[in-house]
């Protein structure tokens, strides 16, 4: 199995190639799997009825839910951990701290190693495709497969080269 991206020239509108025509590169959803198809899926490989399946699916995504929103990184199994964080302005003093720094509240999620090494190998299909919608061209990856991290931004986990910029709690770029 590959992952399908394609590359479908757009022009650029700003920075520094605006004005110009460039390939941009994005992933192709197939579809999006419905949590009926999941769960009957997996009472499949379990062997268990899809009503005990349903009712495990149901209670563990309430588990998932009351114990991040208490501020615990919950596992899920086989493909890491997920909790919730926020990006916000910082300040000098105690007396400026306030809930109207925060511009964000967001989901982190910190995948296993497994699933990362998973991704890493991975092949890559790319389909080009020119202004008009004309396929041009096919490339199948023969990258080494790295995986960006940005937990992990000094170490090599599991195939992981970092790379890449990320925004920094106080709102501004940082690049690794």
């Known amino acids: 199995m ?6 479908q020239e757009k022009l ?3 920075g ?9 590169m994005m992933p192709e959803i197939y579809t999006s799997l419905s949590q009926d198809k999941v769960i009957k899926e997996a009472a499949l490989r ?5 009503g005990i399946m349903q009712a495990c699916w149901d209670a563990a995504g309430e588990v998932i839910k009351a114990w991040a929103t208490e501020g615990h990184s919950v596992a899920l199994p086989g493909l890491g951990t997920m909790r919730f964080g926020l ?3 910082s300040v000098a003093t105690a007396d ?10 967001r989901i982190v999620f910190t995948p296993t190693v497994d699933l990362k090494d998973e991704l890493a190998n ?5 389909t080009c495709f020119d202004r008009s919608g004309k396929e041009v061209k096919r490339v199948t990856s023969s990258d080494p497969g790295t995986i960006e991290d940005p937990e992990n931004q000094g170490g090599n986990q599991g195939g992981n080269q970092g790379g890449g910029s990320t925004r ?4 501004e770029m940082d690049q690794n």
């Open 87 to 89: 990006r916000a302005k």
């Open 16 to 24: 520094t190639h605006a004005g110009k025509y460039r390939y941009v």
């Open 2 to 7: 590959a992952l399908k991206v394609k590359a």
């Open 46 to 50: 379990s062997g268990v009825s899809k």
């Open 12 to 14: 650029q509108k700003i």
């Open 122 to 126: 991975t092949a890559i299909q790319i």
């Open 96 to 105: 400026e701290v306030k809930t109207g720094l925060i511009s964000t509240r």
């Open 168 to 171: 920094t709690d106080d709102g």
